[in-house]
């Protein structure tokens, strides 16, 4: 219980602050409202009237879009809307709706073609790369567009959005089931494929963005392809997130130097920039002396739905410097030795002896060869090499130990169990497993038209 002392004093408190807050309530009502500064925009730059045009009116109507655009290099090199947005009159792709608005003909894609004019080295080596034809090399193996196991809207929301749609222009306008779309492999009206947004995004383009892992990360992610979860997992991830705020990302290209920039390497740094004498590329295959994500690993020359032109050697060599700038040569030859004998050990230990039991299975016509995926033995197959399997792999690949084993190893032995105990029931009862009307299936199989 309070003493009266301590109630007076109470009182006393409660008087002053209640009338310091009625003061305050009063002051508000009777001050202006005092907004957020709004910045101001007196673009006037060396472009041309119709140039002018654009950006006058669209600083009214999409601010968000010019101020991205003037604080970009494009912005202060006098790149403007139209460099990259002007059309040909007759293009698929001319927005039908703002020749009301502006005598040019504009188009929103931008397509790696269109950035070819001014950027022919970047656009020449991302043509190449399995981003830029995924769709392509997806429609050839996998499973689930080959035999209809998922529907377009399944795929649209998934799939498509990191590979990439095939977009389609009716009547002036994009189709909604295609379009809005920055999928790595996006085909575009013109026939280009790809889209450079996806990493870099519009309309600052800017370098540092791409430069960081989360840059990458919104596609490598996931149970199937964990790179953004491994990468947070290392040493080199904990570093980033340590200190990468205090480095130079946007230091000008061929000058982004390990040591001085960054101590650390995010995705870029192993797989794109150029580091010691090894020439940035934006072919993501350079590098790489392994298929780590197929499901039995060969050299990305073997790979045969898609051969690289590559030979794994040079490769190795090529990644080896990177990992030289910042280690030692005793260093470096031990991690990639433990990464090709955990290569080995996946291969040998795991994939192979279970494909040979399941495809035994298919031969005694225990397991229907009709569709993939409809039966519970062919989704824990696909799991152990598409899940867990990738999981040791990369976590072997790119120092992460919790992927290594208790994402990888560790679930393949219990998969192989489940496998193992599933296809012993199947010999013994000696009828076909069942075969499932799958959820959601009947997807359309017919292959897009890829070429133009
Ligand atoms: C008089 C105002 C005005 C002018 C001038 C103008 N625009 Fe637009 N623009 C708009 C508006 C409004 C929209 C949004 C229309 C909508 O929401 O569909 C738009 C949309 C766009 C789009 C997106 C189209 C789409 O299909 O999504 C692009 C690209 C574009 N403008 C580029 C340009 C370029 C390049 C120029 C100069 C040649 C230009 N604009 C001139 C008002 C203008
Ligand atoms: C360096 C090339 C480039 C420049 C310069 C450029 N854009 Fe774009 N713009 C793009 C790309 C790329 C996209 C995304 C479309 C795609 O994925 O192909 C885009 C998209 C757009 C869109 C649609 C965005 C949305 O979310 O609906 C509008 C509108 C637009 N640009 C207007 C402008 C205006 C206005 C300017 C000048 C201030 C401008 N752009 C300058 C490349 C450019
Ligand atoms: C008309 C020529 C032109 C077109 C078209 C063009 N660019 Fe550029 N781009 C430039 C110039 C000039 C620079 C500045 C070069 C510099 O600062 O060294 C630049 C710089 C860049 C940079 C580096 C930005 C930075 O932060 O340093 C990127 C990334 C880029 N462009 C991407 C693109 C993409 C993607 C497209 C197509 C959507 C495109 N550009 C279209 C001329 C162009
Ligand atoms: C979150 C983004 C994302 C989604 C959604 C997604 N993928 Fe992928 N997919 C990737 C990435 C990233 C890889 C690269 C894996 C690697 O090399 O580690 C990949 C790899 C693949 C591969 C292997 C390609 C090769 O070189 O052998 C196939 C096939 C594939 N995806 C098909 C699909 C299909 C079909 C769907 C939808 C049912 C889908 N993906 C959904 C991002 C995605
Ligand atoms: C997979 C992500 C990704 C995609 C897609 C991508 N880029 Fe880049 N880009 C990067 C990264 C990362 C860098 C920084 C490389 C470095 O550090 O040197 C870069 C750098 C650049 C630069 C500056 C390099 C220089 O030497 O001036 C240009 C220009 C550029 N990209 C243009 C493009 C164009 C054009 C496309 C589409 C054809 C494209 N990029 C697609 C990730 C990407
Ligand atoms: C918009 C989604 C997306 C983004 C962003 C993206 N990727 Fe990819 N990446 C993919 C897909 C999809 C594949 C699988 C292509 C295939 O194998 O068919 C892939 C494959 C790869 C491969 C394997 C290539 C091979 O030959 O097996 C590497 C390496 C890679 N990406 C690195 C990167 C890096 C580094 C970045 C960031 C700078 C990045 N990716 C950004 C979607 C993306
Ligand atoms: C320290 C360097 C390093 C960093 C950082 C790094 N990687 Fe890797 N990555 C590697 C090495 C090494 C391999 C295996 C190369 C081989 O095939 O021998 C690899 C393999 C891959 C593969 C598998 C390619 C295939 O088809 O087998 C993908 C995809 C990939 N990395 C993407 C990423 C992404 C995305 C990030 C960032 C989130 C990243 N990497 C960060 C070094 C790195
Ligand atoms: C920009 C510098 C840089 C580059 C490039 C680089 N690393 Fe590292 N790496 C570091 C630093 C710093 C550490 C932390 C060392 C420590 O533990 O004190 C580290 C740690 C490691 C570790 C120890 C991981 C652990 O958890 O103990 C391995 C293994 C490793 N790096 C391998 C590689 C490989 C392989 C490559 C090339 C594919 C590479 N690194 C590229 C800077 C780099």
Request: overall charge neutral; hydrophobic content about 35%.
């Amino acid at each position: 219980m309070k003493t009266p002392n301590q109630r007076a004093l109470f009182l006393v408190f409660i008087c002053v602050f209640g009338s310091a807050i009625s003061a305050a309530v009063r002051a508000e009502q009777v001050s202006p409202i005092v907004s957020p500064s709004l910045k101001e925009y007196r673009i006037v730059r060396s472009v041309t009237e119709d140039a002018q045009r654009c950006i006058d009116c669209h600083a009214v109507e999409s601010k968000g879009i010019v101020a991205d655009w003037a604080a970009s290099r494009h912005g202060h090199a006098n790149i403007s809307c139209m460099d990259c947005h002007a059309a040909g009159p007759a293009d698929p792709d001319v927005s039908k709706s703002h020749l009301a608005l502006d005598k040019i003909p504009v188009s929103v894609i931008v397509s790696p073609k269109d950035c070819s004019r001014c950027h022919p080295g970047e656009a020449a080596q991302y043509e190449r790369s399995k981003h830029a034809n995924t769709l392509e090399l997806i429609w050839k193996i996998d499973p689930w567009l080959k035999y209809g196991m998922n529907n377009s809207i399944e795929r649209q929301t998934g799939c498509y959005h990191c590979h990439g749609s095939v977009v389609k222009v009716e009547n002036g306008t994009f189709s909604a089931d295609t379009w809005p779309n920055v999928g790595v492999g996006r085909i575009n009206p013109d026939g280009s494929r790809g889209s450079c947004s996806s990493c870099h995004t519009r309309h600052k383009f800017s370098l540092s963005e791409a430069r960081k892992p989360e840059a990458c990360g919104q596609c490598h992610l996931g149970p199937d392809h964990p790179q953004i979860e491994i990468f947070e997992e290392s040493k080199h991830g904990a570093i980033y997130h340590a200190e990468g705020d205090s480095w130079n990302w946007n230091a000008a290209p061929g000058t982004w130097t390990p040591g001085v920039d960054y101590r650390a390497p995010s995705c870029s740094v192993c797989h794109m920039s150029g580091v010691n004498k090894i020439a940035a590329t934006h072919d993501v295959t350079e590098r790489l002396a392994w298929e780590t994500q197929a499901p039995l690993t060969v050299r990305p020359s073997q790979f045969a739905p898609w051969p690289a032109k590559t030979d794994w050697q040079t490769e190795r060599r090529k990644m080896e410097q990177i990992c030289l700038a910042c280690h030692s040569q005793a260093w470096t030859k031990g991690h990639f030795e433990r990464l090709d004998a955990a290569v080995a050990n996946y291969n040998d230990n795991y994939f192979k002896p279970m494909k040979k039991l399941v495809d035994e299975l298919y031969e005694k016509k225990l397991l229907s060869k009709e569709k993939n995926l409809d039966e519970q033995l062919e989704i824990d197959m696909y799991e152990l090499w598409h899940h867990e399997g990738r999981r040791a792999r990369f976590g072997a690949a790119m120092m992460a130990p919790d992927y290594a084993w208790w994402h990888g190893f560790y679930e393949l032995k219990k998969r192989c169990m489940i496998i193992e105990e599933q296809i012993e029931k199947l010999l013994q009862s000696d009828r076909p497993a069942k075969v499932f009307e799958v959820k959601g299936s009947g997807g359309d199989t017919t292959k897009p038209d890829f070429e133009k």
